[in-house]
């Protein structure tokens, strides 16, 4: 393991103001600096002369070398990036900056820099569908399997079926208050490798490794002493009797929690990486694996919903080993575990607590939906349970759009080459492609449960209390891919205090919407009605955020953006 030395400070001559941006993200503190025993780079006398003539700064900084110390390299023979923090005067000087590239190397570089925000507009977008096509794997494939559950399951029983309503809560709905590990993997790995800081990628994977382990049995242990508890509390002394089926598919995909939680710190390093292939690989690999896995266990011996709970939990620890496996070819030990020390475990809470404010937000409402389907019946939580996980199933194929605006919008919006009119053509790009795909899944997800509702259950009770809500299943699933595109742009301009508060109010109107339609009678169509009104809302709050003028894509003034560091109450 390489040993770090602690930051040298530089004195020297400032640069001109404005000459020079800082490429670190503001919510990361820098890299450290390697060790002093690492011998600097030695360019040829030639090279070392071209460098000089077309820099006279460097060749300042060269006259006054005696009062510098000495750049320190990696041991790959890579220039620090890092900024240098100077000591003279309030210590509020500028960075030194490095020795400017040759021609070819400089122009290398523009090109790998340029990537989405030079490109047309037509261009950009088939850029984005070949990132966010493969990307799709990492949120479609807990859906996914739940939606072979319920297809296998419905075909034998309408009481199991409706047992799936509440056990997929504390097994998927559950999964995703962790997303703020997938966030954290993607900015931390993607930020270290901007830098060339492959030993620190490994560190970070380590450290969220050991996060997402410890997380997963966390949910394990809860899963065991307190899962029946839960259950019971859910379902309502008017379904007690769905509740042992119930609890049985929950105890046994409960197993699979620490498996699930580093699959997702796996994925997004990938992603972080700009692999978008190794979430499809695993999803091709696991959605086959569970869906043998119910037909089998189901269909043809007769297991249940037990027999659909252990074709899930089998295909998703495969997964996350598929996703593993990757990691190690890529170069880095996925198997390696790391403790983080407090300072790496606060800024880890500083990016992630905001987006955990946010799925916890979005995950209630969604249990707080399922909750009031389950009041009002056997019939009804089975047709909801159909219904929503259909939903699920296509909502997610419009979160890579959030995952490509947060990996290419950061370097137009805070980077060197900072261009806010890119920006908003990458924003546009992304919200078409949002708008039309929440077109195409609004008619898909729509056609199968009103034409082919056989899929999942042959009971007509079943499928006339699901035709009741295709309306605002129609309203709610065509605007979510655009509003992904959306709240990705937000959480790259690092709004982070807005996307929580807006959420939250997002919430709380959709819950008390929900008491509502709930005391007057109105079923499960008044249900799905105050799902949609809970998506539009999400819609037009983040695009009157990016349209105004205090928006991070037309204010100059990014100070307020930056991530603080928050205090736990």
Avoid at 47 to 55: E, I, L, P
Avoid at 351 to 361: C, E, G, N, R
Avoid at 414 to 423: D, F, I, P, W
Wanted: hydrophobic letters at 45%.
């Amino acid at each position: 393991m390489q040993i770090h030395s602690p930051r040298i400070p530089l004195r020297g001559p400032a640069p001109a103001p404005g000459r020079f941006s800082d490429r670190s993200f503001p919510f990361l503190g820098p890299p450290p600096l390697c060790s002093r025993a690492t011998p600097p780079r030695r360019f040829p006398p030639a090279a070392a002369a071209a460098r000089a003539s077309s820099s006279p700064r460097f060749l300042e900084a060269k006259r006054g070398r005696d009062r510098f110390v000495a750049a320190c390299v990696s041991p790959s023979h890579e220039i620090a990036e890092d900024e240098a923090e100077t000591s003279t005067g309030s210590g509020d000087g500028a960075p030194l900056p490095p020795p400017p590239p040759s021609f070819g190397e400089e122009a290398e570089a523009e090109a790998k820099r340029s990537g989405l925000s030079d490109q047309s507009l037509w261009d950009q977008m088939k850029e984005i569908m070949v990132f966010a096509g493969p990307a799709t794997g990492l949120w479609i494939c807990g859906p996914l399997m739940s939606l072979i559950d319920t297809a296998v399951i419905g075909q034998g029983s309408s009481m199991e079926l409706a047992a799936l309503g509440p056990g997929t809560v504390l097994c998927d709905y559950m999964s995703y208050v962790f997303m703020f590990l997938s966030i954290a993997t993607s900015n931390m790995v993607a930020t270290s490798l901007a830098r060339q800081d492959k030993d620190g990628v490994q560190h970070q994977i380590s450290i969220l490794l050991f996060v997402g382990l410890t997380c997963g049995f966390l949910m394990l242990f809860f899963t065991k002493f307190f899962g029946l508890w839960a259950l019971t509390a859910f379902a309502g002394p008017k379904n007690v009797h769905i509740v042992p089926a119930a609890n049985t598919y929950v105890q046994i995909r409960g197993l699979a929690w620490p498996a699930v939680l580093i699959g997702w710190v796996a994925q997004s390093a990938s992603l972080g990486m700009k692999d978008s292939w190794g979430p499809l690989k695993a999803l091709a690999i696991a959605s086959a694996i569970n869906g043998i896995g119910d037909i089998v266990l189901c269909s043809v011996l007769g297991y249940g919903i037990a027999g659909a709970a252990w074709a899930t939990m089998a295909s998703q620890v495969v997964a996350a080993y598929t996703m593993m496996a990757a990691l190690n070819k890529k170069g880095y030990n996925a198997f390696a575990i790391s403790v983080p020390s407090a300072d790496e475990l606060l800024s880890i809470l500083g990016l992630a607590a905001p987006v955990f404010i946010t799925m916890i937000s979005k995950v209630a409402f969604y249990a707080l939906l399922t909750y009031f389907a389950t009041s009002m019946g056997t019939i009804t939580v089975a047709a909801h349970q159909v219904m929503v996980q259909t939903f699920c199933m296509c909502t997610v194929w419009g979160e890579p759009l959030s995952q490509t605006a947060q990996s290419f919008m950061p370097e137009l919006i805070y980077g060197v080459n900072r261009s806010l009119e890119k920006a908003r053509t990458l924003l546009k790009s992304l919200v078409i492609i949002g708008c039309i795909l929440g077109i195409v899944l609004g008619g898909i997800g729509t056609l199968v449960p009103w034409q082919f509702p056989n899929i999942f259950t042959p009971d007509q009770t079943v499928i006339q209390e699901m035709h009741k809500v295709l309306i605002p299943y129609y309203m709610a699933l065509a605007i979510t891919p655009p509003t992904h595109s959306l709240e990705g742009t937000l959480l790259a301009g690092r709004d982070l205090r807005f996307v929580s508060a807006s959420m939250s109010v997002c919430f709380t109107l959709g819950a008390l919407l929900l008491l509502l339609v709930s005391s007057k009678g109105l079923g499960l169509a008044g249900c799905w009605y105050a799902l949609s009104g809970f998506q539009w809302a999400r819609f037009f709050l983040a695009l009157r955020r990016l349209t105004s003028a205090n928006s991070v894509l037309y204010t100059e003034d990014l100070s307020r953006f930056k991530l603080q560091k928050l205090k736990a109450t």
